[in-house]
């Protein structure tokens, strides 16, 4: 029997940098239509009601598994299955963050969102082929630290949208930041043009019909295909209806926005993405079941640890300790979970779904996060934060069920 190869090894190889590169290109355009549109059009004197149904354009990143089968049928003439894909999307966001960042929310603020929406869409695109291209190019064992990888490039694409372009805004024109971050989009043009092409699977769609029909009846043929479903909708819950209403939750402490800014938002980043980087390392020694155990039990206690600094109050140093293992644990269970949702997919399927389940990952973030609010009012914040981490129970307790010992290989 061969043997495996090294951490170092698997760290050091072409895919896992790949995951890397891919996942900073599907995380630019994000924040570009979120937080860093809202700050443009609140510089343009937009009305406040306009301005929040602009996380309408939001939409493509729920609904993208309704194109996704387009995407395994079809195989472009150049390049093949994936990389045709992804440099048709690539192109297409960078075109139209070009054609964002030359509208004029001021005096056309509807055209700004139709241009906002275009890119949305296209940046949904382009994160149903990087999904699957990344399912497809790692090895089974590779999927925890690709998983983490891409996960870690997602949010440093966040961060140089979000912050930089922030701060960028206040050196030049909002159309000119549109256009140099439209730039860095090159990143994963050039990437997509030097990556090779995954094998096509034999048995992949020969009809659209197929495309829609067999990813839904080959997921569903297997055995717990419900528990899983169930178990993907709770496994972050309580980690995120924790998180959902954390900024107001430490203002009433007393914290400056400074203060969450320094350390929840650029301290608390890095610390995700290390959590997400030490997480891929040890899924390869541990396994996704087991991973998917520990890490969520991390989620667990990290989330009572708001309880704790609720009860502290203003403290800075609690604050870091919290926001520490919090943001940590989170990156770590977040590369087990979206490890362990590439490896229930079908190769041949891959981009159909992927998409229904990570689509259904982010149902709690919409639905379930929105009571939160009332719900604090109601108990209060130690209590909220105490309920939030006893929700997280089910979750875990599910993972012997779904996750069989053979996902761990």
Not at 11 to 17: G, M, Q, Y
Not at 156 to 165: D, F, S, V, Y
Not at 225 to 244: E, N, V
Request: proline fraction near 5%; aromatic fraction near 10%.
């Amino acid at each position: 029997m061969l043997a495996k190869p090294s951490i170092w090894t698997v760290l050091a190889s072409r895919p896992i940098w790949v995951s890397l590169l891919m996942g900073f290109s599907s995380g630019l355009p994000l924040l570009l239509t979120g937080s860093l549109l809202q700050a443009w059009m609140t510089d343009a004197k937009v009305s406040l009601a306009e301005i929040s149904l602009m996380s309408l354009v939001g939409l493509p990143y729920t609904l993208k598994f309704l194109w996704a089968p387009l995407l395994d049928r079809f195989i472009p003439p150049f390049l093949g299955r994936r990389r045709g894909w992804l440099l048709l999307a690539q192109l297409a966001v960078l075109s139209s963050l070009v054609m964002l960042g030359n509208t004029d929310p001021a005096s056309n603020p509807w055209l700004t969102a139709s241009m906002a929406l275009l890119v949305a869409f296209c940046s949904a695109t382009q994160d149903i082929v990087v999904d699957a291209y990344r399912r497809e190019d790692l090895a089974d064992r590779e999927l925890g630290l690709g998983a983490s990888m891409y996960v870690n490039g997602y949010r440093i694409g966040m961060l140089l949208a979000g912050g930089g372009g922030l701060i960028l805004a206040d050196h030049m024109p909002f159309s000119a930041v549109y256009t140099v971050l439209a730039a860095a989009m090159l990143v994963g043009l050039i990437t997509t043009l030097i990556a090779p092409e995954p094998p096509v699977p034999h048995g992949t769609p020969s009809t659209l019909r197929g495309a829609v029909v067999e990813p839904l009846r080959q997921y569903f043929e297997r055995e717990g295909a419900w528990l899983i479903l169930i178990f993907i909708l709770l496994y972050k819950l309580g980690d995120t209806m924790a998180g959902a209403i954390t900024t107001p939750f430490y203002l009433g402490l007393g914290f400056s926005k400074t203060e969450i800014g320094a350390v929840v938002k650029l301290f608390g980043s890095w610390a995700t993405i290390v959590g997400g980087t030490l997480g891929g390392l040890l899924i390869l020694r541990l396994g996704i079941r087991q991973s998917l155990w520990w890490f969520g039990l991390g989620q667990m206690v990290s989330t009572l640890g708001f309880a704790i600094l609720a009860n502290i109050g203003h403290s800075r140093e609690a604050l870091v300790g919290v926001i520490t293992v919090e943001n940590l644990t989170s990156g770590m269970g977040t590369a087990a979970f979206v490890a362990f949702m590439g490896a229930l997919t079908d190769k041949r399927f891959t981009a159909t779904q992927y998409a229904l389940l990570s689509s259904l990952m982010g149902i709690p973030r919409v639905l379930f996060a929105a009571p939160t609010g009332w719900i604090s009012l109601q108990t209060g914040w130690p209590m909220f934060f105490l309920l939030c981490t006893v929700i997280a129970i089910p979750g875990l307790l599910m993972i012997r069920t779904v996750a069989k010992p053979e996902s761990d290989s």
